[in-house]
């Protein structure tokens, strides 16, 4: 009865939505769930609790994962208006309640937003994927979970990137849920030494939280044992951690970067093991969706600085969290950055046999134009979230900040956003020259005439915990009447301080802060998106009382734009 009665609700609310009144909370109760029973026989809930800034004609929102800082508390998504010029831009309109576990450790929804798509949300110490439909902004209705059962072969889900049919592709960057030989959906199998350890996978999603397939990331045979560490050792060695990922549909490709042995860490006491920093980037073949092969391993190298740190763990090639590929059919190339090496590397032509990465940009040139002394550079500096916009005309990253195990005390960690102008450099081709092989070249940019330039920096100077880890670009224009519609022209970011509880000073201080973009493509703090108990700048996700109750401190991982269905063309 129970079910029936929140199923009603929810149908009803959706309906109510999609009809077009004149505001999204005007037809529904403030407080409805929606619940999806799965293979593991849970029923799990998500409750939304609309507060009155969800009133009003369709908007822009920024939807934001997080998890409570003390624990028992539910996860929620939160839903920020994000419409500059709103009355209520930078209030929460809505925040959506899971159940029944917490601790889930929200991380990361998908990288972009386009209409229709359903929104996946991962909870990576839960090992669960969570799947919302989005159409009834700001309340969103669940409808979907993946639940470890559902991916024997892979734990710790980290990144989504969606396909044109509205499944996605979800980087497990963790071991199979058990030590020992598992089988993917294609029949291949391999041996993993148990869950948050190696190797990793992918795993294709569907619209309702369905494993679609199991793909395996690690090769068949061992790659290269002395780089390569696993704990406990395997059989065949293997780097196989992806954790960012990016599809090219119009190449039929996917690329994902190598983390880490996460297990073997990300806790504090963890020894920083230079051989579970990984370096490689893997690239597959996903003309048939379902069954992507495996077709090149590639590894990134250090650079002129790397010479200079005293631990290999942090030099420039270490830690490859993230990738981005171009988008223009006239551009292959693709992005890697790596975590501990403050590094951002670069390959012309992503479907090459065996694609050549080099080292385009160093950290330490952004550091250096709030830092000019030098106490401060890319080693150890936490870089994380990494973008290409999608007129391919400027990257965009995300660093935390160096931290304790590099050496720095908290006190003085700084994190920045920072943009580069690569279209000099997009417009060489496969005759790009951009290489940052002189140490000189690490501090002020490469002398190559194509090499990415620092369009603007900014420096998050305020925190003693960790700066910015994830972002998101806002794809979205306002056009006449108040309808959207997509834009390949960026002129916003949106980023959360806050990485994973426990691990290197990434606790960050909770804010999710936005910033503006010029013509050309300089970023400047949005002083209007203010928090509406404090005042300031960024919305705090520090605060005693939520929509959904009195919980106290919350930790903000995945930012997302996404629009009204109906405001949207």
Known sequence: MRRALLALLALTMTAG???????????????????FHGTDGVEYTATNHLTKAADGPGRKWLLVWAGPAKQPAPDFLAVIDATPGSPT???????????????????????????????????????????????????????????????????LP?????????????????????SGPCTYTNGQVRVGNGAAGSPGEIVHIGKDGRTLAEIPAATENSEDARQCGDVPALPAASCANPHGIAVREDLDIMVSSDFAEARNF?????????????????????????????????????GPRGALEKRAFFRESRVVMEVATTNRRGHRGAFVSSMAGGAVFYTPDITAKKPTWREVFDDSTAYRTFHPGGSVNGGGDNSSWLAVSPDDRYLFHTVMGQSVPYGKPLDVTTGMLYVLDIHKLLARGKSSRCSIDQLNEAYAGGTERDCPELAGVVPIRDVTSGGPHWGSMDIFRRG????????????????????????????????????????RGRPTLDRRFRDENTGEPCVAFNRASWPHGDYGNAQPHGVLFAVSDRALR
């Open 17 to 35: 939505l999609l009809a077009g009144g004149s505001s999204a909370a005007a037809d529904a109760p403030r407080q409805w769930t929606s619940a």
């Open 89 to 155: 831009y930078g209030k929460i309109a809505n925040t959506v309640t899971m159940g029944p576990g917490t601790g889930n450790e929200p991380h990361h929804l998908q990288y972009v937003w386009h209409k229709g798509d359903r929104i996946y949300a991962g909870g990576i110490l839960s090992d669960t994927t969570f799947v919302f439909d989005s159409r009834a902004l700001p309340a969103l209705r669940l409808v979907g979970v993946n639940t470890p059962t559902q991916t024997p072969c892979g734990t």
């Open 158 to 178: 980290d990144a989504y990137q969606v396909l044109g049919d509205g499944t996605a592709y979800g980087t497990y960057m963790g071991g199979p849920n058990v």
């Open 266 to 302: 990300m806790t504090p006491n963890s020894p920083l093991k230079e051989n579970l920093a990984r370096q490689t980037v893997r690239v597959f073949d996903i003309k048939d969706r379902n069954n992507p092969k495996l077709i090149s391993v590639s590894k990134v190298h250090d």
């Open 480 to 519: 006449r009447g108040g309808v959207y519609h997509e834009t390949d022209r960026i002129s916003r970011i949106a980023v959360a301080n806050y990485f994973v509880a426990g691990s290197f000073g990434g606790d960050g201080d909770h804010r999710v802060c936005m910033f503006n973009l010029d013509g």
